[in-house]
T-cell receptor, first 115, second 109 residues
Framework: GAGVSQSPRYKVAKRGQDVALRCDPISGHVSLFWYQQALGQGPEFLTYFQNEAQLDKSGLPSDRFFAERPEGSVSTLKIQRTQQEDSAVYLC?????????????FGPGTRLTVT | KNEVEQSPQNLTAQEGEFITINCSYSVGISALHWLQQHPGGGIVSLFMLSSGKKKHGRLIATINIQEKHSSLHITASHPRDSAVYICAVGGGSQGNLIFGKGTKLSVKP
């Protein structure tokens, strides 16, 4: 497809489980962003890749969160030992360059519910 | 204080009304984005602007860089315009967006 895709769309995890969320960006987009959106809130930045390089991970809430983009295309956000406060929609976006001057294209998100 | 503030948080309008959503920001930016989010989570980019005014169909976005303020207008609103409208600014060294909390718009027939 032509857009950003994410999988799974919905994930229910028991507290303490590890989860992996996948993002397929638009082909050729060098920049990839992960955002976390809590219910009723705007998205918040988690981490940013330019090609395979993770240039900023300042938004990751704890060391249980880990993201990678080994070949500069598909990215995976991993959450270890999930907690209830991790419940949110995780959005992936890609762009042809820096978000300041390039439009960002968002995936549909993965809704994570930790029980 | 949030770096991006939107008002109002919630807005209910009758079909046909003219709608304005406001956004103020406190950081230096290279561009401001208006986004639309429908129930279910999908986000669509409506506008990206760094100066002046842009128009697309019934939607108009304006920005005043000196005042650090932007507005999104919807003319002749329709129930299908019901969504959350999010203002976001870009311009950090890594290029990520900083988002407002969104304005939930409900247009009644």
């Amino acid at each position: 497809g032509a857009g950003v895709s994410q999988s799974p769309r919905y994930k229910v995890a028991k507290r303490g489980q590890d989860v992996a969320l996948r993002c397929d960006p638009i082909s050729g987009h060098v920049s990839l962003f992960w955002y976390q959106q809590a219910l009723g809130q705007g998205p918040e930045f988690l981490t940013y890749f330019q090609n395979e390089a993770q240039l900023d991970k300042s938004g990751l809430p704890s060391d249980r969160f880990f993201a990678e983009r080994p070949e500069g295309s598909v990215s995976t956000l991993k959450i270890q030992r999930t907690q209830q406060e991790d419940s949110a929609v995780y959005l992936c976006a890609s762009s042809g360059g820096l978000a300041g001057t390039y439009e960002q294209y968002f995936g549909p998100g993965t809704r994570l519910t930790v029980t | 204080k949030n770096e991006v503030e939107q008002s109002p948080q919630n807005l209910t309008a009758q079909e046909g009304e003219f709608i304005t959503i406001n956004c103020s920001y406190s950081v230096g930016i290279s561009a401001l984005h208006w986004l639309q989010q429908h129930p279910g989570g999908g986000i669509v980019s409506l506008f990206m602007l760094s100066s002046g005014k842009k128009k697309h169909g019934r939607l108009i976005a304006t920005i005043n860089i000196q005042e650090k303020h932007s507005s999104l207008h919807i003319t002749a609103s329709h129930p299908r315009d019901s969504a959350v409208y999010i203002c976001a600014v870009g311009g950090g060294s890594q290029g990520n967006l900083i988002f407002g909390k969104g304005t939930k718009l409900s247009v009644k027939p």
